[in-house]
């Protein structure tokens, strides 16, 4: 059934707003009709019966004073905070108490019970030392917990005041993106409760206003998404957005409230060119979500296809490129886009074909790592935005790895064999300043100028519609007594691995060596628990059979290098008789690393330094280092080319003698790739 239908929406004139003039006032039965949408959609993921056992379990267990002994409210934990559970409890009391399908339906004993709990809340009214407790998730679930009982025998005026007065938290104006939208959440609540018209207004004009490109927090002109300052939070925070917009987009039905055209458009770029990019079935990219990847089940988004359902309800006019999107969430047996995806304002860049999926993420002068120590939480995780590569046919590779994987070898990343401490907990930026790549939108090279944690490197990967060519050069180690490594996977172990000679098969995955280093291959039983990495995590050990390959490059490494390929999506028997030839490398060094495929004529450059490059009759010559991409070199129709420092705003480039004086994008489209006609 069409959801949008179920609740009764308006298409265009509830969600897309009547813009063409000034919204009118709510009136109070606007403010019921919101409070009764709240209620619906509330109960839509409600367990009845879980619920109800809950809400008879915490009807016994209360004490007389209205608390309960197992929890401290006292704690000052960060996260997870002992007295949120309070409120969790009433609140699973309160559907209980309001549903007429349960026998708990206006129950005099569990009335009581909620009323009691209210008022200990009031009584200590406890503070946690993360402010997101404070001024997101106490708000929300009391703004919950009203709506419910609004208008039931069971909550007095005093109390509902009392009540609405500690739901005052949290500043909208403040705040960017995600946490911006959480925080509106509870605001209109709040205004429906109390018939505002005026908070209304307000809170509907800075929810939707993060629906606008341009910011340091929020949606990007590339469609990537930064939280916690310029750092790639797609997956996590993009999630909180995209369902923060539905939710007050269901909620406001029967109103002349809603989304702007321009608003609408920005929505439906950042779903469909960067949110949607990081899946492959219904698991998301652990390159996209920070600190999200040290949580169990992070990584897969069970409800993405009927998000997309609702999307496709809200946005007409794109209602079959979600429609295609979740056809390909569903099954990877459906995905038919190829495309290639730079996102230059955040250093990551996507390949998705239909055999696989592979991704890697940088880190530069211009962004942040993924957040490490924050509320407890990736504990390990200081290697990952250090050139950590994705690689995924089914698309769950990785799924729940974390606990079990060994993170000194990061899939991707050239590092001293050990884990380093993280300095900052929040995010720190990289340290250097070339990192990007360039893009025709169906192939493209990334290349980073690594130097931290006493590592350097200058690394590319090529990403090529059916295979994946990583170089290293310049790699020096500093350490004499510890191993400087290149994780090329690591990923969970299944079926058979095969080897041979300078050739390993796994998960229908081939990888070859293209130079004289030595792959080294681990296929072992591994354990580890969530709370290695986590925190907030559970402390039980599980575990998992890991299959891991890498390079060893020796200690006290000096201007080492590896060349290997990557070729998704083979089954045993064509990794046996598949050929490689076509791919060469051309050049892997400090100055520039090259790849051609002579069976496309596809040629990706990356120059370091100024300098020139000669392939059979192509000459090519710049005056910056960038990164050059030519789709056919036959043809010689037009190239591709980028500045991955994203310092200059022009350059001189010369193929085949003939000059061309290219002006880069700048400002926000600075690190862009730009399209020059021969």
């Not at 609408?264 to 600190?291: H, M, P, T």
Request: charged letters at 25%.
């Amino acid at each position: 059934m069409n959801i949008l239908k179920k609740l009764g929406i308006v298409i265009m004139g509830a969600l897309l707003g009547e813009s063409h003039g000034a919204a009118k006032n709510f009136s109070y039965v606007d403010m019921n009709e919101v409070v009764n949408n709240i209620k619906v959609i509330l109960w839509q993921d409600v367990n009845s019966s879980k619920v109800l056992d809950q809400a008879k379990k915490w009807k016994k267990s209360i004490r007389e004073n209205g608390s309960w002994i197992d929890l401290d409210y006292q704690d000052k934990s960060r996260t997870p905070w002992s007295p949120q559970q309070h409120l969790n409890r009433i609140l699973e009391m309160s559907f209980a108490y309001t549903s007429e399908r349960m026998d708990t339906f206006k129950d005099i004993g569990l009335g009581s019970a909620i009323i009691s709990a209210l008022n200990y809340w009031i009584s200590v009214s406890p503070i946690c030392t993360n402010w997101w407790f404070n001024d997101i998730s106490v708000p929300q679930t009391i703004g919950k917990i009203l709506i419910l009982l609004d208008e039931t025998e069971c909550l007095n005026m005093e109390l509902r005041d009392q009540l609405i007065l500690c739901m005052k938290k949290g500043n909208l104006k403040k705040h960017e993106g995600a946490n911006k939208m959480d925080i509106a959440l509870h605001y209109l609540f709040r205004a429906a409760l109390t018939g505002d018209d005026k908070l209304m207004k307000e809170t509907v004009k800075e929810a939707f206003g993060v629906l606008s490109k341009g910011k340091r927090e929020g949606i990007q002109i590339d469609d990537s998404y930064h939280q916690h300052g310029d750092q790639l939070y797609i997956s996590g925070y993009g999630d909180v957005l995209i369902d923060g917009v539905l939710s007050i987009a269901c909620y406001l039905k029967g109103t002349d409230y809603g989304l702007s055209e321009e608003q609408l458009n920005v929505l439906s770029d950042f779903v469909l060119n960067g949110y949607g990019s990081i899946f492959r079935s219904v698991y998301k990219d652990y390159n996209a979500g920070g600190r999200l990847l040290s949580r169990k089940n992070a990584l897969r988004k069970s409800d993405i296809v009927k998000k997309l359902e609702l999307l496709s309800e809200l946005d007409v006019q794109n209602e079959l490129n979600y429609q295609e999107l979740a056809r390909e969430i569903e099954s990877v047996s459906n995905v038919k886009d190829e495309y290639n995806r730079l996102f230059w304002r955040s250093d990551y860049m996507v390949q998705n074909n239909p055999s696989y999926q592979a991704s890697v993420r940088g880190a530069s002068v211009r962004t942040y790592k993924a957040e490490t120590g924050g509320n407890g939480e990736n504990l390990k995780g200081t290697l990952l935005s250090a050139g950590s590569f994705s690689i995924r046919v089914s698309g769950d590779e990785y799924f729940n790895i974390f606990p079990c994987w060994d993170w000194s070898k990061i899939p991707g990343v050239t590092s001293l064999n050990q884990v380093p401490s993280y300095i900052k907990e929040w995010g720190e930026p990289g340290k250097t300043v070339f990192v990007g790549g360039v893009s025709d939108g169906k192939m493209g090279a990334f290349a980073m100028d690594y130097a931290e944690y006493g590592v350097r490197a200058r690394k590319g990967y090529f990403f090529f519609k059916d295979e994946i060519i990583c170089l290293g050069a310049g790699i020096e180690g500093n350490d004499p007594n510890v191993e400087t490594i290149t994780s090329i996977n690591q990923c969970l172990c299944r079926g058979d691995v095969v080897q041979d000679t300078g050739s390993v098969y796994h998960d229908h995955i081939a990888y070859y060596s293209l130079d004289s280093s030595r792959m080294i291959v681990e296929a072992d039983i591994r354990q580890g628990s969530w709370r290695d990495i986590n925190l907030t995590q559970s402390k039980d050990y599980i575990r998992q059979k890991i299959f891991s390959l890498y390079i060893d490059h020796g200690k006290d490494t000096k201007d080492g290098k590896y060349s290997y390929m990557i070729v998704p999506g083979l089954t045993q028997d064509e990794f046996r008789s598949h050929l490689i030839n076509h791919i060469e490398v051309l050049r892997n060094d400090s100055f520039m690393q090259a790849v051609v495929n002579t069976k496309t004529h596809e040629l990706q450059v990356v120059f370091y330094e100024a300098g020139g490059f000669d392939y059979r009759d192509l000459k090519l010559y710049v005056n910056s280092p960038c990164a050059v991409l030519i789709p056919d070199y036959k043809l010689l129709n037009d190239f591709y080319i980028s500045d991955p420092s994203q310092k200059r705003d022009q350059m001189l480039l010369s193929l085949n003698k003939k000059e061309y004086k290219i002006r880069l994008p700048k400002g926000s489209l600075s690190g862009s790739s730009i399209s020059v006609h021969i």
